[in-house]
């Protein structure tokens, strides 16, 4: 294939679809999130769409000055504290975390009465939560 011959179509496509080089606003990084949605439903098909869409978006979230000052506070929690605001965007309370065991362990790991997160408990609720157990590990100490 000629890529020269190709270039109007490509230039057709980013006039259509301009967020897939760079997301400018808010808008079209609410675009490039319905858009992924949507490309999910068959992802097979759309791998490398959403790979490109993946890196634009993700970009906005390391630049964009609301995100950086959100990530900068994530990152600046320890595991406790990335639990206790797990637990509240959820709703659960001490007897809602099976992974971690009773309600008494959970009570002294959040209070931190001498009870810590063990790998084993991260591990389990970095899958119960779908996120990475690196989380857990902010700079807050």
Known sequence: MNALASIEDVKSVFRTVPFLTHIRTEQEYQDALALVDELI?????????IERLSDVIEEWENTDPD?????AGVAALDSVDMLKFLMEQRGLGIADL???GSKSLVSKILNRRGRELTRRHIEALSRRFGVSPALFFGTGG
């Open 41 to 49: 439903e068959d992802v097979d098909s759309n791998v490398a769409l």
């Open 67 to 71: 995100f950086v000052e959100f990530n």
């Open 98 to 100: 099976p992974e971690i």
